[in-house]
């Protein structure tokens, strides 16, 4: 569907953060994974995170979904093979993850991760890479470091290497699956750590079931080295916080027009990467006011541009395009070139669409020179839920915008457009 975007006045009440994405993931792969029945307090149902639970249920985990809460059977780590190829559609946190899962099966066994056209495009070589290292066979079925994925179970541990600067969810895969391998595991992350707040998010998660593990920087910002033995999750009564990324539209939008608005759900010590978004909109100019639980916005909608790196937050680089697109002055974007292997090429895919609604943008490889001020047209969302809802916000400013193939917001934030509506009236 096309998704006509007209200007709004302001931006007032108060609004419910929905549940994390990445949290949701973790969760209900950690919970799959544990002894026991876990109580998962209001989880996201998305498309993405539905993917994931799905999966772990071809994987032997028994899940009963309630609008409020999830209640799962774990496995103890007994996973089973499918009796098919798992299709977890536009995914990559699902299939990057639970394709070291999906090597603590029993050996000899096989399963396949699929994905649609996009996931099918996702780089895995340097996951397939550490977990062969730790004697797991795992293979590109085109042989081109993409899905499809097929995995035999056996997953030996020992010690392996990954780059810290392509993917966390490389890094987050092999720490969840690690408790279940034979041998201890010790993953050593060279080089710079980029998107590292994910993988705390990872660590407080199976934390919270019981997984010990031993963390060690060696005092050297270049390296950073994690050690989990084996063992069992356990599980546990898990409340799922809002989502920082979801809520970073809300946020944008308050920030960007006369506002006043209390959004709830959102948590002051959250370790989610994108909490940054509250420090980036008082830079600009708004008035922010932060609880224990929830965030207090007000703006008059005048807003000035800065230069910012988004290495550790990279899922904000539209939301923070559109930002400073609307702000005045230029800005310059850097540290995001491993937003160009996310559903799509997002660095790219942003220049092109600001360029097509007016805005002067220079695109370089890790970021965007952003100035100018947007004027309207037709913006192509290229299937990608947060282009889609980072386009919407701006529309909201400045109108005349038509966004084409909108309904994949679905993908993180089901009901974005009743949430928008509710703070736009």
């Known amino acids: 569907m096309d998704l006509q975007v007209e200007k709004v006045d302001k931006v007032c009440g108060e609004i419910k953060a929905p549940a994390s994405k990445s949290y949701s993931h973790r969760a209900f ?3 799959a994974l544990a002894e026991g029945q876990s109580i998962l307090r209001d989880p996201l149902y998305s498309e993405d995170t539905l993917a994931t639970l799905q999966a772990c249920e071809k994987l032997g985990a028994l899940f009963q979904r309630f609008p409020d809460k999830c209640i799962v059977q774990g496995t103890a780590g007994y996973i089973r093979t499918p009796e098919n190829v798992i299709d977890v559609k536009n995914s990559g946190t699902s299939v990057r993850i639970l394709s070291s899962v999906a090597a603590i099966a029993p050996r000899a066994n096989y399963t396949i991760f699929t994905g649609d056209e996009s996931l099918r495009t996702r780089p895995m070589q340097y996951l397939i890479n550490a977990l062969t290292n730790l004697g797991v066979t795992i293979v590109s079925s ?11 179970g056996g997953f030996d541990g020992g010690k392996t290497d990954i780059k810290g600067n392509v993917s966390s969810q490389f890094i987050s895969s092999i720490l969840m699956a690690a408790p279940y391998a034979k041998r201890p595991v010790t993953l050593n992350v060279k080089g710079k750590f980029v998107s590292k707040p994910y993988v705390n998010m990872t660590l407080s998660v199976i934390s919270k079931f019981g997984i010990d ?3 060690d920087t060696s005092n ?16 546990t ?3 799922i916080e809002g989502d920082y990324s979801s809520a970073s539209y809300m946020i944008a939008a308050a920030a960007l027009l006369k506002s006043d608005i209390i959004i709830k759900n959102l948590y002051e010590d959250s370790m ?25 916005i007000k703006s008059d909608g005048n807003l000035k541009a800065f230069d910012i790196n988004l290495a550790n937050a990279p899922d904000l680089l539209p939301t923070v395009a559109i930002l400073m ?12 070139e491993h937003a160009r292997f996310k559903e799509t090429d997002r660095v790219h895919n942003c220049a092109a669409e600001l360029a097509s609604v007016g805005v002067d943008v220079e695109e370089f490889q890790d970021g965007l020179k952003i100035s100018g001020k947007p004027t309207g047209g037709i ?5 990608d839920h947060r282009m889609v809802m980072a386009f919407y916000v701006l529309g909201l400013k400045i109108g005349h915008i038509t966004i084409q193939d909108a309904a994949c917001y679905d993908v993180s934030f089901p009901n974005f457009l009743e949430v928008m509506d509710q703070i736009t009236q």
């Not at 005045?328 to 995001?336: A, E, H, K, L, N």
């Open 379 to 383: 913006v192509n969302s290229y299937l």
């Open 220 to 235: 050297q910002p270049e390296y950073s080295s994690y050690y989990i033995e084996p063992q069992t999750y356990e599980c």
């Open 142 to 152: 085109q042989n081109n470091g993409t899905p499809p994925i097929i995995v035999k």
């Open 325 to 336: 697109a609307a702000a005045d002055g230029s800005s310059t974007i850097t540290g995001v």
């Open 272 to 296: 989610q990467g994108d909490k940054v978004i509250v420090d980036i909109i008082r830079r600009m100019g708004a008035e922010v006011e932060v609880s224990e639980t929830e965030i207090h």
């Open 29 to 31: 792969i950690a919970a």
């Open 237 to 239: 009564d898990y409340t």
């Open 213 to 215: 593990f031993e963390y």
